[in-house]
T-cell receptor
Framework: KNEVEQSPQNLTAQEGEFITINCSYS?????LHWLQQHPGGGIVSLFM???GKKKHGRLIATINIQEKHSSLHITASHPRDSAVYIC?????????????FGKGTLLTVNP | DAGVIQSPRHEVTEMGQEVTLRCKPI?????LFWYRQTMMRGLELLIY????????DSGMPEDRFSAKMPNASFSTLKIQPSEPRDSAVYFC???????????FGQGTRLTVV
C-alpha cells in the first residue's frame, strides 16, 4: 500500500467549477507539498505546509495533521489549470530531505 | 535566477550506450536531488547531495547508475550501460537546505531503444 494516497486519480470539470483533490498519508511527516505538472512539462511547487491553510490566488491548500489528510482546492477553475497535481509528504527529523510522492491526480478542465 | 537547468531535454539512445544527464542547480542552494518518474512507479528519489556530498544513494537502482557533483553548480547522472527499462523522465531539483521547498528542473525524457 502506497504511503501517500490521492483521490480521485482522474477528474474532469467544466470551467468555473470548484475543484477538490484529496491526499491521505499513513506516516508521520514534517511537511506536505502540493506540486503541479503540465503534460510534458516540468514540476512546479505550489505549496509547502505543515499546519492549517495556505492560499495563493485561486488555489487553497489545507492540512489536518491529526487525520493525516490534506486537500487542494481550486476555485473558479480554468482550462489552464489542466495538469497533474501531485501530493508529496516530507519525512520527519533525520530523513527530512526525503519526499514520498502520491501517484498524482490528472485534472482536465473543459471550456 | 533561471531556475534549475537540465540538459538535454530529450535523449534517445540505443541499449548498451552510455547516457549522461546534466543539472545546474539554483545558485546558493546546498541540496540537490535526482528523481526518476515512470508511469508505473511515479516519482522516486534516486540520490541526494548536500554541499556536493552524496548523502543518500539508496534509491539508485543498480551499479549501472552513478551520480557526481564536482562543484556547487553542476551535477551529472550517468547510466552505463543503458537498458530499455531505464526509459523515464529524470528530474533534478535543488533547495536552499535539506527540508526547504524544492525547485525542479524541466526534466530529461530518456528513451532507450
Amino acid at each position: 500500500k502506497n504511503e501517500v494516497e490521492q483521490s480521485p486519480q482522474n477528474l474532469t470539470a467544466q470551467e468555473g467549477e470548484f475543484i477538490t483533490i484529496n491526499c491521505s498519508y499513513s506516516v508521520g511527516i514534517s511537511a506536505l507539498h502540493w506540486l503541479q505538472q503540465h503534460p510534458g512539462g516540468g514540476i512546479v511547487s505550489l505549496f509547502m505546509l505543515s499546519s492549517g491553510k495556505k492560499k495563493h490566488g485561486r488555489l487553497i491548500a489545507t492540512i489536518n495533521i491529526q487525520e493525516k489528510h490534506s486537500s487542494l482546492h481550486i476555485t473558479a477553475s480554468h482550462p489552464r489549470d489542466s495538469a497533474v497535481y501531485i501530493c508529496a509528504v516530507r519525512l520527519p527529523r533525520g530523513s527530512n530531505y526525503k519526499l514520498t510522492f502520491g501517484k498524482g491526480t490528472l485534472l482536465t478542465v473543459n471550456p | 535566477d533561471a531556475g534549475v537547468i537540465q540538459s538535454p531535454r530529450h535523449e534517445v539512445t540505443e541499449m548498451g550506450q552510455e547516457v549522461t544527464l546534466r543539472c545546474k542547480p539554483i545558485s546558493g542552494h546546498n541540496s540537490l536531488f535526482w528523481y526518476r518518474q515512470t508511469m508505473m512507479r511515479g516519482l522516486e528519489l534516486l540520490i541526494y547531495f548536500n554541499n556536493n556530498v552524496p548523502i543518500d544513494d539508496s534509491g539508485m537502482p543498480e551499479d549501472r547508475f552513478s551520480a557526481k557533483m564536482p562543484n556547487a553548480s553542476f551535477s551529472t547522472l550517468k547510466i552505463q550501460p543503458s537498458e530499455p527499462r531505464d526509459s523515464a523522465v529524470y528530474f533534478c531539483a535543488s533547495s536552499l537546505h535539506r527540508d526547504a521547498e524544492a525547485f525542479f528542473g524541466q526534466g530529461t525524457r530518456l528513451t532507450v531503444v
